[in-house]
């Protein structure tokens, strides 16, 4: 079993639709969960970062976190063509030193 | 905000050179981390460093080597290059809110 799972998809959504991006983890230990958007070619960008159970928001952005369930998702409402990218969930810190462990991605289109 | 600065965006590199990836930060983080990114593989880490001459392997640290003299400089060596290390190459370093990545270089090894 992969530490941190999630779908590659491609997630196509409509415009202004609510896209929810979904990972799991298998660490009970981890501390800190975070969302990465990486366009085609660039570099991964910090999103969010959630710590506690419940939802997190920034917005359009709404992270949920569900400890017991090993659950993290990302909800972009209003989606717009410039959200289609790739999103990383990353899990801190399995193994200490600040390390982050990440899932493979999930790939976002939004189309007009 | 953090800046971290890989020094070149595309290399082409021969079978059999020895490649260096420079990476400098601009902030007094202790972790520093190098990955590869490969389609349908994700991000998977080469080496880190949690202080100066301080090193640790990663995933998948066949191949390569890492240097940190500096605190704020991280350096990525292939010793011998090979083809199968074609790749983005992302550096990263961190504190208590996540990472902060590099622009990335994207390396061909021919």
């Known amino acids: 079993q992969k530490e941190v799972e999630q779908n590659s998809g491609p997630l196509s959504v409509p415009e202004g639709a609510i896209a929810s991006l979904n990972c799991t983890y298998s660490?009970?230990?981890?501390?800190?969960f975070f969302w990465y958007r990486q366009y085609s070619g660039k570099s991964p960008e910090l999103i969010m970062f959630i710590y506690s159970n419940g939802d997190k928001e920034d917005g359009r952005f709404t992270a949920q976190l569900n400890k017991a369930s090993q659950y993290v998702s990302l909800l972009i409402r209003d989606s717009q063509p410039s959200d289609s990218a790739t999103y990383l969930c990353a899990v801190c810190c399995p193994g200490g030193y600040n390390k982050l462990i990440f899932g493979a991605g999930t790939r976002l289109a939004v189309h007009p | 905000d953090v800046k971290v600065t890989q020094s070149s965006r595309y290399l082409v590199k021969r079978t059999g050179e020895k490649v260096f990836l420079e990476c400098v930060q601009d902030m007094d983080h202790e972790n520093m981390f190098w990955y590869r990114q490969d389609p349908g593989l994700g991000l998977r880490l080469i080496y880190f460093?949690?202080?100066?001459?301080?090193?640790e392997k990663g995933d998948i640290p066949e191949g390569y080597s890492v240097s940190r003299e500096k605190k704020e400089r991280f350096s990525l060596i292939l010793e011998s290059a090979s083809t199968n290390q074609t790749s983005m190459y992302l550096c990263a370093t961190a504190k208590d809110y996540g990472y902060t990545f590099g622009s990335g270089t994207r390396l061909t090894v021919v």
């Open positions: 660490d009970r230990g981890s501390q800190s």
């Open positions: 460093s949690y202080d100066v001459k301080m090193k």
